[in-house]
């Protein structure tokens, strides 16, 4: 029986040079073991050992290929091609000058699942680099896109499998204390069998002691990297210079003198309306009053975020007040808010005329985002409303409670259309002048753009659908993520690429909230690394004066929040504004440069044969555990003209009978 699956994934949605490559002048390769596992007879999860072998060749087109023996699953092969992205990032490479090829042999029937993920990004990074890799350590966890080390299953039957050959187990951060099934096997009289489950939970790192094994915790590929190659990635300082202040300024102003306009109005409505009505509306001025004066001693532009805060809230009780005074009827307020909307929709439509710098990209993708919320939130209340003859009027029920969601919702469908079109043109200036930037794109490029970034979002929420499946749950998360994707999908066919950028991006947000939520951990573990990650790439972009708006300002304010102990809205916008840098980063075609490692001490605490050095030009070439002829010259950028080209994905596979299909082998 033949079991061959042979994946080439052709990952090119960018420009990249436009003479052909006929040969690699420059190829590393770095391998070690790897963890997966498969059905016991029982039906519990047993772990085993794999072998990973990660070759990175130069010049290449940004091609990704996956070869497994025996099969794989797609998620693994969509994990590669993320895994490729954030390596080469982190080493200040660009993606598109190189082809990565991941190989994978198993003892096991299916290698599927991304758990290897972050061991993938890891070893491209040490083939980046030049960095050795320790031979008695095996790494698990899912690669994120704004590199952090995901959550996985099977950690027991990992850590056992480790016991019988490696010395270190490097596992996802938060995952410690870890909760796995026990299948049981009661017989009755009469030959009746009952099969019962039980959940227990099982300290990874004392367990690891027992078995001979160092146990370590990673938030980050940065961790990994470090528990792999006793290597620490120094970070790029970042000296704020303070940008767009005037943006900023002229922004919170206008959101001033709206909020003095409806004071004015509450306080008029206050004397006209019932006791009922008014004590509702009280505490929403309460809450606006709050964020209002918190705003008065806070920096740009979290004085901003507060400031939007506040006159939606406000405007929340002025219109609650206004549809009691005409018997809930909010006919006007829906016709008004769609003329905003559509109007703010055919001003930013300008925003798509022409080629574009990344910067001009970045910001038209976040201003559409607003735009884009706002329209939804706005069917959302519609929808919910009571219509009578092209009348609307807020749904009562049968005992007189008046349901206010709705407009509310429509409020802040109102402010989010505000906030993109008063943006866009405070910030027009801006947008011109970064017109004169380098690299451009065009309508047809842009599409190559979403295409790439669609298929990250296929990946994540594709493996966090199995997962769910696998877990028996499915968080709010996941459904929004889903929801996100098929937007994503539908704005590509239309050809709005921006929309699908924004909708791609938010179901990558959502899909890695998922992995949190089905393994009952919180985002803030994750809030450091991903601040330190900022820090350094936005350092980068500030020596060459190219810092993009939506991630630094969603920096700036999740920044703030954090100050303020706002820990859980901290991580939200901190995640969002990852996304948005490497998009960015995508779009140049840059990265932050590789940072001199500033610890090269083994983290491990029994001393093992290792020849990591301190620089990148004195590491030795000699790969652990797999021979490789490697060039020691320098690696230069690919340069040339450049064009884009479309996507490629190649799928072959052939196979005998007894193909099984089923969690066997998911790491």
């Not at 594709?462 to 877990?471: K, T």
């Not at 919180?522 to 690394?529: A, D, F, I, Q, R």
Request: aromatic share 10%; proline share 3%; hydrophobic share 40%.
């Amino acid at each position: 029986m033949i079991l061959l699956v042979l994946v080439m994934l052709s990952l090119t949605a960018m420009p990249i040079p436009s003479t052909a490559v006929t040969e690699y002048k420059w190829v590393a390769s770095r391998s070690i073991d790897v963890a997966a596992v498969i059905a016991g007879k029982s039906g519990e999860e047993q772990g085993v050992l794999s072998r990973l072998v990660v070759r990175v060749a130069y010049p290449g087109t940004g091609k990704v290929y996956v070869s497994t023996n025996p099969l794989t699953m797609l998620d693994t092969q969509a994990a590669a091609r993320i895994a490729a992205m954030v390596a080469s990032r982190l080493a200040g490479r660009n993606f598109w000058s190189y082809d990565y090829f991941y190989e994978m042999e198993s003892d096991s029937l299916i290698i599927g699942g991304p758990s290897a993920s972050a061991a993938m990004t890891a070893l491209t990074l040490a083939c980046l680099i030049n960095a050795s890799v320790r031979n008695d350590t095996v790494a698990t966890g899912m690669i994120n896109p704004d590199g952090t080390v995901g959550p996985v299953g099977g950690l027991k039957g990992k850590l056992e499998a480790v016991a019988t050959k490696d010395k270190v187990f490097v596992i996802p951060a938060g995952q410690r204390v870890y909760t796995y099934i026990v299948y049981k096997e009661e017989r009755l009289p009469f030959g009746f069998i009952i099969y019962k489950t039980e959940k227990r939970t099982v300290d990874l790192v004392d367990l690891g002691r027992k078995l001979g094994v160092t146990v370590y915790e990673a938030a980050s590929i940065r961790d990994v990297f470090y528990y792999l190659t006793g290597i620490r990635l120094g970070y790029n300082s970042f000296n704020d210079p303070g940008l767009f202040i005037s943006v900023y300024d002229n922004v919170s102003a206008f959101l001033e003198s709206e909020y003095d306009n409806l004071n004015q109005s509450y306080t008029s409505l206050a004397e006209q309306v019932s006791k009922n009505v008014l004590n509702y509306a009280s505490k929403l001025h309460e809450k606006a009053e709050d964020d209002y004066r918190k705003s008065l001693s806070k920096p740009e532009p979290y004085r901003m975020y507060l400031l939007v805060e506040a006159d939606a809230t406000l405007e929340k009780a002025v219109q609650v007040m206004n549809a009691s005074l005409n018997h809930w009827d909010v006919t006007g307020m829906v016709s008004s808010i769609y003329e905003l909307i559509n109007e703010t929709r055919t001003t930013i439509s300008a925003m798509r005329e022409g080629s574009l710098s990344p910067r001009q990209v970045e910001l038209a993708v976040y201003i559409t985002s607003l735009a884009d919320d706002s329209l939804e939130l706005f069917h959302s209340a519609v929808s919910a409303l009571t219509e009578d003859n092209n009348r609307y009027t807020l749904p009562v029920s049968l005992f007189g409670t008046v349901d206010v969601r709705p407009l509310l919702q429509l409020v802040d469908s109102e402010w989010k259309a505000l906030l993109a079109r008063t943006l866009y043109n405070k910030l027009e200036g801006y947008y011109r002048n970064w017109s004169y930037e380098n690299k451009v794109y065009s309508s047809n490029s842009l599409k190559r753009i979403a295409l790439e970034e669609l298929e990250t979002a296929r990946s994540m929420q594709g493996y966090a659908v199995s997962l769910a499946d696998e877990l028996g749950v499915k968080p709010d998360s996941l459904e929004k993520a889903l929801a996100y994707f098929s937007n994503a999908t539908k704005r590509l066919d239309e050809g709005e690429y921006f929309s699908s950028l924004s909708y791609s991006m938010l179901s990558i947000e959502y899909s890695t909230m998922a992995f949190i939520d089905m393994f009952g951990l919180k985002g803030e573990v994750y809030l450091t690394p991903l601040e330190e990650e900022m820090n350094s790439t936005l350092a980068f972009y500030a020596a060459r004066n190219t810092v993009p708006f939506a991630s630094y300002t969603l920096y700036k304010i999740a920044r703030s929040l954090l100050k303020d102990n706002e820990t859980s809205y901290s991580y939200m916008l901190m995640e969002k504004a990852t996304l948005y840098i490497e998009l960015y980063t995508l779009l140049t075609g840059l990265g932050p440069e590789y940072a001199k490692p500033v610890n090269t001490t083994t983290p491990h605490t029994s001393p093992v044969n290792t020849s990591n050095s301190t620089t990148q030009q004195e590491h030795t070439t000699t790969t652990t555990g797999n021979t490789s002829n490697i060039q020691t010259t320098s690696i230069e950028e690919g340069t040339g003209n450049l064009a884009p080209i479309a996507v490629f994905v190649a799928v072959i596979i052939v196979f005998a009978s007894g193909y099984l299909v089923g969690r066997a082998g998911r790491r």
